[in-house]
């Protein structure tokens, strides 16, 4: 006897993009239920509550176009929001679409199987209750899986201790407080720049440095909060054009074809301005030749040296074994004066790697150290971790795990042969995942409800990828990837985290072809008829 469906369609997760699925979804009267492991809405804004946690992106950039409603009834208070303001923002969106009726919180996915002869998938909680839907959509986040660093003895260290992916709800304090915290990458940065103003002793533990540039953050005051209101279709329009959905685009111009003169006024503007410019408003050339590339980071590691007082700490903040932005480029506010406050320690654990923690601190290169608090901001198992701990089984049982040992293989970022009826939301080899991530999630899910009309229009039971589709789309994203410099990199772009077995091999994660061109592609997917899909 087959059982029948609990649902049409099962989402994984209730961030940015497993909400707006939610609601597209409802509204063309599919039946929904998403399933999230925490207590509320809003994904990595609701787990990211680390100090100093903020935006990136322009606030007005990042929240949601779909309705002019919220747009015009949400003031963002900052042009870069920090982390309460942003999960108060989800929050508000939820409530404005009754998102909660339809969202299980507390329930953490165990694993999903796919039923072949019943074209559906039983989804599977970890308190063992087990739901059947036609669909199944991951909208996991690219980066939900925190990664603690393989170092002996953690459990055994009694002072507080927090990863930055997990931080508690509750107030944590600094002051008086010798506080460890370890790793440099855009969270620990901003970490470290917030526990720097009030606490006792700061040891930062850096295996790699990274080229932080300024965030230059400021109040919206009340006449640029109408001039965006008044504006939100062409900051959408802008985004939309730009390779990565940010308010910047590439300079037309090539950073070895203007005169050092202009090369090094266009740097020192960009590195006064606002945001990414910097990184994603910077000469065309950067990311793709090593002599265009040195330009930049040469002028940001002077820029290193001019903040930081002492020398040889400074030296130690310049990263040698990569380019400016060829790794996740943190901004930061005041990040390198941190390094001048007497109460502040850096040390370089690159070539003397943490032994292990204790139970009053840690021990590194023979010398023991002792803290009251450890802060673990060491990043993430990116992309596929999310997929990798649900226990996810295709045709004939095939664990994806399994599929992707080698690095993923999709189609579009979007479906994954062998896996028919499940749809992947911001998954490895999406835009998305290099992406003003709102914008393409907003693409993802738009695309993705246009499919679900299909679907039901055409009464289809299974769509799955072909093969030689998923080969072909594969291919192309390794081949645009070989032609930038970020791939000859490790980093979580590249699928690098030493932290977690067998993920010390570089692979590419992410889509690096541009937002514009993989929109173009889906829709010309979509206007022949899915093609590449086969729907039965
Ligand atoms: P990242 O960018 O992956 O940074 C993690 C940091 O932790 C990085 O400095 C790592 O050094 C360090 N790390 C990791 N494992 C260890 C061990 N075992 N010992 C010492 N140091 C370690 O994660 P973030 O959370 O900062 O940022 C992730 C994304 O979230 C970011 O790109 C934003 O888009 C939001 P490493 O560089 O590997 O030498």
Known sequence: ????????????GAGMSGMYQLHLLRKLGFSVRVFEAGTGVGGTWYWNRYPGA???????????????EVLQEWDWSEHFAAQPETLRYLDFVADKFDLRTDIQFRARVASAIF???????????EDGTTTRSRFLITAVGPLSTPAMPAIPGIEDFRGESYHTGTWPHEDVGFAGKRVAVIGTGATGVQTIQEVAKTVGQLTVFQRSPNYCAPLHNSPIDDDTQAKIKASYDEIFAQCNS???GFLHDADPRFALQVSDQEREAFYEQRYGEPGFGIWMGNFRDIFVDQDANDTISEFVKNKIRQRVKDPATAEKLIP???????????LETGYYEVYNQDNVDLVDIKDMPIDRITATGLECGGKAYEFDMIIYATGFDAVTGGFDKIDIRGLGGRRLKDKWVGGPRTYLGLQVEGFPNMLTLVGPHN???FCNIPR??????????????YIKAHDIKRIAPTLEAEDAWTEHVYDVGSKLLFTKVDSWFTGINRNIEGKD?????????????????????????YEGFVLQ
């Open 54 to 68: 903020r935006f990136d992106s322009e606030s007005y950039s990042y929240g949601y176009s779909f309705s002019e």
């Open 505 to 529: 091999k570089r692979t590419f994660l992410l889509y690096a072809g541009g937002a514009p061109a993989y929109r173009e592609k889906c829709d010309n997917v979509a206007a022949n008829n």
């Open 242 to 244: 730009t390779h990565s």
């Open 1 to 12: 006897m087959s059982k029948p469906h609990d649902y049409d369609v099962v989402i994984i």
């Open 115 to 125: 039923d072949d002869g019943e074209n559906c998938w039983d989804t599977t909680l």
């Open 320 to 330: 040698h074994n990569h380019g400016f932005g060829t790794r996740r480029v943190p």
């Open 440 to 453: 393409c999630i907003e693409q993802n899910v738009e695309w993705v409800a246009e499919l679900f009309d």
């Open 431 to 433: 835009a998305a995942t």
